[in-house]
């Protein structure tokens, strides 16, 4: 399975903008699937994750309130909703997948990643 990242781009502090990931195959229900991102100069770091088959979902403190995780489960399809974004938001955002809980955080623990797609948030 393949995941492809799509979305990113340029927008002013208060915007939005919703990142997609397509997975080109099944993800099972036992997976749990997310976003990552990085900024310049900084290690990856844990965005957000759903479980593949509920509704379960966990969010990074730093973006509870302003984004939001789902799901398109017949399109095999996450997404991240951002809104009120900050110039700190601006980061490469990477989706991810695991088999198992989503309540982790740590990169090395997600198997599948997709290429990144550059969120550029100006002040």
């Known amino acids: 399975v393949q995941l492809q990242a799509s979305g990113g781009g340029l927008v002013q502090a208060g915007g939005s903008l919703r990142l997609s990931c397509a997975a080109s195959g099944r993800i099972f229900t036992g997976y749990s699937v997310g976003w990552f991102r990085q900024a310049p100069g900084k290690e990856r770091e844990f965005v957000a994750t759903i479980r593949w088959g509920n509704e379960n979902t966990y969010y990074a403190d730093s973006v509870k309130g302003r984004f939001t995780i789902s799901k398109d489960r017949p399109k095999s399809t996450w997404y991240l909703e951002m809104i009120r974004l900050k110039p700190e938001d601006t980061a490469v955002y990477s989706c991810?997948?695991?088999?198992?809980?989503?309540?982790?955080?740590?990169?090395?623990?997600?198997?599948?990643w997709g290429q990144g797609t550059l969120v550029t948030v100006s002040s």
């Open positions: 991810a997948a695991r088999s198992g809980s989503p309540y982790v955080t740590a990169p090395k623990d997600y198997g599948l």
